[in-house]
T-cell receptor, first 112, second 113 residues
Framework: SQQGEEDPQALSIQEGENATMNCSYK?????LQWYRQNSGRGLVHLIL?????REKHSGRLRVTLDTSKKSSSLLITASRAADTASYFC????????????FGSGTQLTVLP | DAGITQSPRHKVTETGTPVTLRCHQT?????MYWYRQDPGHGLRLIHY???????DKGEVSDGYSVSRSKTEDFLLTLESATSSQTSVYFC????????????FGPGTRLTVL
């Protein structure tokens, strides 16, 4: 079963606009991570937010976490064509093996 | 790609044949993982390892076995491949100073006819 569910499943925007993706999860977590996957490639880690944090920034990325609503959002500002990819949230609610449970992803298309 | 390689990168096989996929890392990380990725399902954990000869099952382990005889290698075996195992398989590693973040290999596309 999937812990995280992304919304929307697909998003198409113009270059320069902001893109917002949401993730909802079911059980309590240690942390939540966002990964990017370009077509035909492996996943690349973007950012991690711990359960005691509410917001985190990294370059053009802003992640928020609301543990009371069991939800997170990823904002990409001033999007570029190179941001076109699938974005996945992953939650860590496990023990020592650092198991992650991934959502089904949001496909972001940034049009030039 | 964080010193992770997967082999083969592509494989076509027939139902009922055994298949072994290899993941090799040069990072000396403790944890290694095998996932499968299918449309509409994201990534699902098959098996993982938390040390040499220490492995455990993930969410979708039926029909798969793993072995880790060395820190750097994690093998995934399909004893008798079925068409439902047609998928893209990713290996991931974590460890060092940050065990929370996973680094992924390039994937193996497996087709079972």
């Amino acid at each position: 079963s999937q812990q995280g569910e992304e919304d929307p499943q697909a998003l198409s925007i113009q270059e320069g606009e902001n893109a917002t993706m949401n993730c909802s999860y079911k059980t309590s977590i240690n942390n939540l991570q966002w990964y990017r996957q370009n077509s035909g490639r492996g996943l690349v880690h973007l950012i991690l937010i711990r359960s005691n944090e509410r917001e985190k920034h990294s370059g053009r990325l802003r992640v928020t976490l609301d543990t009371s609503k069991k939800s997170s959002s990823l904002l990409i500002t001033a999007s570029r064509a190179a941001d076109t990819a699938s974005y996945f949230c992953a939650t860590d609610s496990s023990g020592s093996a650092r198991q992650l449970t991934f959502g089904s992803g949001t496909q972001l298309t940034v049009l030039p | 790609d964080a010193g992770i390689t997967q082999s083969p990168r592509h494989k076509v096989t027939e139902t009922g044949t055994p298949v072994t996929l290899r993941c090799h890392q040069t990072e000396n990380h403790r944890y290694m993982y095998w996932y499968r990725q299918d449309p509409g399902h994201g990534l699902r954990l098959i098996h993982y390892s938390y040390g040499v000869k220490d492995t455990d099952k993930g969410e979708v382990s039926d029909g798969y076995s793993v072995s880790r005889s060395k820190t750097e290698d994690f093998l995934l075996t399909l004893e008798s491949a079925t068409s439902s195992q047609t998928s893209v398989y990713f290996c991931a590693i974590s460890g060092g100073d940050n065990t929370d973040t996973q680094y992924f290999g390039p994937g193996t596309r497996l087709t079972v006819l």
